[in-house]
């Protein structure tokens, strides 16, 4: 049985489950609270708070924020959350944590294509992770291989034969401030952070038929790039796909190419959110410049999905069959 964060290939597929930073990387220093008791606290803050904006925003396109999260209320956000997010975890809670199944056998599809590294690099080098779903990540793992992975910790164990584990990796992008390259430090509006949640939350959905033999084709994928493109099934836990050359993310897995994929969700919350005419000028930036960023890496009619060109958003679970 080997160590769970030493041995699994799931860290190999955060980017395809991961939402990053699109501000500049925080400085690292007097940051409390810790990443994992903000995100905590931004769930509980839905609760406690109703979200502003929300009903305006639905009456201007076609109830898509309560199609999506159930309703405009925060306990509907908080509920939505809780449906999908289960478990909490900084890198350092994986330690001691072990893999019960054997260690994967199908590596190549979480690789980077060659022709992708350069660009990768550059890329890397403009975010930092915020979050990742890393219970998607191991439920693709064990889909791939054609059994579920288990992992333990003491008495505790998680099968994860389900999106909808819902195991949260908390990264260092998670913060309650930014400091600029002017030097400025600027106050992270806790709605930009919770579009973090429920963009992760969303990659928790497994919201199309499918079963173990459609991830049969990443066995004899050569890399990310051509398992993803060659995947049918991506609505089963909204992987992203790798920006195209000349994006602003070229290289790297950051965009969607499927209607009301996790950046859609997140959007759509943080859009309501500017529906609020009380926000004062530096957050509404911040606000305009997300929706902005999560609309720019989905690859598919944004104006079409808020007029009804592809339907409603599939938001119920389907059963995976293994």
């Known amino acids: 049985m080997k160590r769970f964060a030493q041995f699994t290939a799931a860290f190999a597929l955060l980017g395809a489950f991961s939402l990053s930073a699109c501000q500049p990387k925080s400085d690292g220093g007097n940051q409390p609270p810790s990443p994992k008791a903000l995100m905590k606290s931004d769930r509980d803050l839905l609760l406690a708070k109703e979200t502003e904006g929300a009903e305006a925003y639905d009456r201007a396109n076609r109830n898509l924020y309560s199609k ?4 405009t209320s925060g306990a509907e956000v908080t509920q939505f959350l809780d449906e999908r997010i289960k478990y909490y975890f900084t890198m350092e809670d994986l330690d001691g944590w072990r893999m019960l199944t054997p260690s994967p056998v199908y590596r190549r599809w979480t690789k980077t294509d060659d022709a992708d590294k350069e660009e990768e690099s550059k890329t890397s080098q403009k975010a930092v992770v915020g979050a990742s779903n890393l219970g998607t990540g191991l439920f693709y793992q064990g889909a791939v291989e054609g059994e579920p992975v288990r992992i333990a ?70 890399s990310m790039r051509d398992f993803m493109n060659r995947f049918k099934k991506i609505e ?16 790297i897995s950051a965009c969607d190419r499927q209607v009301f994929g996790a950046y859609t969700v997140g959007a759509v919350f943080v859009a309501a959110r500017l529906k609020d005419q009380n926000l004062g000028a530096v957050e509404r930036r911040i606000l305009e410049s997300m929706v902005v960023s999560a609309f720019g890496r989905v690859l598919k009619d944004v104006q079409g999905m808020k007029n009804g060109k592809f339907g409603d958003p599939q938001m119920k679970q389907v059963p995976f069959k293994w």
């Not at 034969?161 to 260092?172: C, F, H, I």
């Not at 400091?179 to 579009?195: C, H, M, N, W």
Request: aromatic residues 6%.
């Open 236 to 251: 089963c836990g909204h992987a992203h796909m790798i920006c195209p050359s000349g994006h602003d993310y070229a290289g």
């Open 153 to 222: 910790k003491g008495d505790e164990s998680i099968v994860i034969d389900t999106t909808r584990v819902g195991m949260m990796l908390v990264g260092p992008g998670y913060v309650s401030q930014m400091k600029l390259e002017s030097g400025t430090t600027i106050d992270v509006p806790a709605s930009y952070r919770q579009s973090i949640l429920v963009h992760e939350a969303r990659h928790s959905d497994c919201s199309i038929e499918a079963g173990a033999k459609d991830f049969e084709v990443a066995r004899s994928a050569t």
């Open 68 to 71: 999506i999260f159930g309703g």
